[in-house]
């Protein structure tokens, strides 16, 4: 039986993301599905490739997933290509912030090094993208920022509002 993914639905789709353009379009950047990933070369054995299960409607997927997925059918796919207002948003200039590389080692209780992660005191996640003797620039925009992405989307299952239905298959990381 097949069942259409609406607001409210729970859609449990596998999904497969690559940069849509750029010198490195057509790489994969993200999938649920083991079988990609290792056909890719981003299988990790810390991860779990699972099934992405959500509830339409609710956020707690990027925007773009959210309506390219309402429609859709039970066993259904299709690819998307989305804008970053779609996606992982724009780039922000200000979310880009020069500081005191002393405070900031001091704080963070490690040498500050480019592409070492760090954390505000708001609790925001940046990486440092550059470092000199004085001072650390760090980057707390998404990392997809500003990309145009394209999703391959398999819809697995759909399960109505009043659903109260045991784990289909693990729930996956919100895109």
Same mark, same amino acid.
């Given at each position: 039986m097949t069942t259409t993914v609406k607001p409210g639905r729970i859609a449990i789709v596998h999904l497969t993301g690559?940069?849509?353009?750029?010198?490195d379009a057509g790489d994969v950047f993200e999938t649920t599905d083991v079988d990609v990933a290792l056909e890719e070369g981003i299988y990790h054995d810390s991860r779990d490739f699972v099934p992405l299960e959500f509830r339409v409607?609710?956020?707690?997927?990027?925007?773009?997933?959210?309506?390219?997925?309402?429609?859709?059918? =039970?066993?259904?796919?299709? =690819?998307?290509?989305?804008a970053p207002e779609e996606a992982y948003g724009t780039r922000d200039?200000?979310?880009?912030?020069?500081?005191?590389?002393?405070?900031?080692?001091?704080?963070?209780?490690?040498?500050?090094?480019?592409?070492?992660?760090?954390?505000?005191?708001r609790g925001d996640v940046g990486w440092i993208v550059a470092v000199d003797d004085d001072t650390a620039t760090v980057?707390?925009?998404?990392?997809?920022?500003?990309?145009r992405v394209e999703f391959e989307i398999r819809v697995l299952e759909v399960h109505a509002e009043d659903? =109260?239905?045991?784990?289909?298959?693990?729930?996956?990381?919100?895109?």
């Open positions: 690559s940069f849509a353009d750029g010198p409607g609710e956020g707690h997927v990027i925007p773009g997933l959210d309506q390219a997925v309402r429609g859709m059918e =039970t066993g259904e796919t299709k =690819t998307v290509t989305l200039d200000d979310a880009v912030v020069t500081v005191s590389r002393e405070v900031l080692e001091e704080r963070s209780g490690t040498d500050a090094a480019v592409d070492e992660l760090v954390r505000s005191e980057d707390f925009n998404h990392e997809l920022a500003g990309r659903d =109260t239905h045991a784990d289909a298959g693990g729930t996956g990381e919100a895109v």
